[in-house]
């Protein structure tokens, strides 16, 4: 790129198709197209013909590098000079990392101490010696005024994870390369949505080349702000943010992506966090695809989209960094969400053999219990227990509740709302 063709960090906030189509022409020479994979296993359950776009399979395993390169490739030479900044969890930090070593701009990076090793070393490895790695602050946003602080006092350029237009632009050549892939428009195209960056820039696109392809967005339910600023009317705060989906888990989304998406008003859905647990156990079994949650997003609302029947659907697996030891949790909330796993607070009478009926008289050949804990000890007559419940299928649930009710036990099943929940999840 010559000096010509790079801008101040802030241009007017305007972005359009051309821009991405700038970008597409930037990343060619940096990033190889990410496979676009017909899936079987998708494709059967929804009668749909399904194509998985793997932006899991970036060099940064997501697809952040594009927005990262676009953004500090198109820097002036004094910005670029000056270096930039920023904060992330996660994809965001390697996308910088990857985007500031190809194009030999210096960075500054702050992570929150609550980032994984692995992670802090993928984005150590990424950035080189153009990279500093600073963990620092206890969350996010810690890490967050840090790096804004940082900016203010050395006249380094913060890096926007989504909310520019040349972020806009890097992150909306997805679909346009899935569409030249695919040799033809689909019928359907679903993206998963944090801050918006992805389905906005996606949209712009699409709009001048496919505007009657459906376009879906999906959210986590804990943390919808996308589909909360459009009935606002702009963004807006979430009081709660569910922050399990981390790579979208977002509580305020972008004023600019806020716009493309409510101009262009794509459909919006939100799944539970159960079932984006569901299908990453799936995309790893039967497929073996390691998806972190954000990843496993907008698959896991297929099913549900009432996919018209032999149509064309590119769905965006937008990332693969999830760290192997979150693998016990995935499985933990994808047997509550289907049903199979279910927690009961047991007054257990303290005496010799009331376990051992317990088991005889409430549990099924089929069942197993897979914690067992006392509440409290005490020398009183009966003794409360936290007991967790695995069945053989969910159907068997109200069979088991029937013959608790006829045990001798008081036992109280603790629902999947319950605030106790967030001390077994």
Known sequence: ???????????????THSDVEKAAVLLRDVLEPTPLEHNARLSRLTGAEVYLKREDLQ??????????????????EEA?????????????????????????????????????????????????????????????????????????????????AFDHPYVLAGQGTVLAEAVEQLGRVPDAVVLPVGGGGLIAGNLL????????TRVVGVEPAGAAGMAAAVAAGAPVDLEHVEAF??????????SLTHAVVDRHRPELVAVPEGQVCVEMLELYQADGIIAEPAGALAPAALADLGLAPGSTV????????????????????????????????????????ALRQFLDDVLGPDDD??????????????????????????????PLLARMAAAPPNIEQIPPDSPLFRFLL
Not at 369 to 393: D, Q
């Open 369 to 398: 219990i897979t914690l067992f804990e006392y509440v409290k000890r005490n020398n009183r007559e009966t003794g409360p227990a936290l007991v967790g419940i695995e069945l053989g299928s969910a159907e068997e649930l109200e």
């Open 1 to 15: 790129m010559t000096d010509a063709d790079r801008q101040p960090p802030f241009p007017p906030s305007d972005v």
């Open 205 to 212: 696109w699409l709009a001048e080349h496919a505007p009657e």
């Open 314 to 353: 590119v769905c965006v697996l937008s990332g693969g960094n999830n760290d192997v030891s979150r693998y016990a949790e995935v499985v933990e909330r994808a047997l509550v969400h289907t049903g199979r796993k279910h927690y009961f607070l047991v007054e257990f009478p303290q005496e010799p053999g």
């Open 245 to 254: 989906v981390d790579g979208a888990a977002v509580r305020r989304v972008g």
């Open 59 to 76: 060099p940064t395993r997501s697809y952040k590098g594009r927005g990262a390169y676009t953004f500090i490739e198109r820097l002036g």
């Open 80 to 160: 670029r000079a000056a270096g930039v900044v920023c904060a992330s969890a996660g994809n965001h930090a390697q996308g910088v990392a990857f985007a500031c070593a190809r194009s030999g701009v210096r960075a500054r990076i702050y992570l929150p101490r609550t980032t994984p090793r692995q992670k802090r070393d993928r984005v150590a490895a990424l950035g080189g010696s153009y990279v500093e790695v600073l963990v620092e602050g206890d969350t996010y946003d810690d890490s967050a005024a840090l790096a804004s602080a940082h900016a203010a006092a050395s006249g380094a350029t913060l890096v926007p």
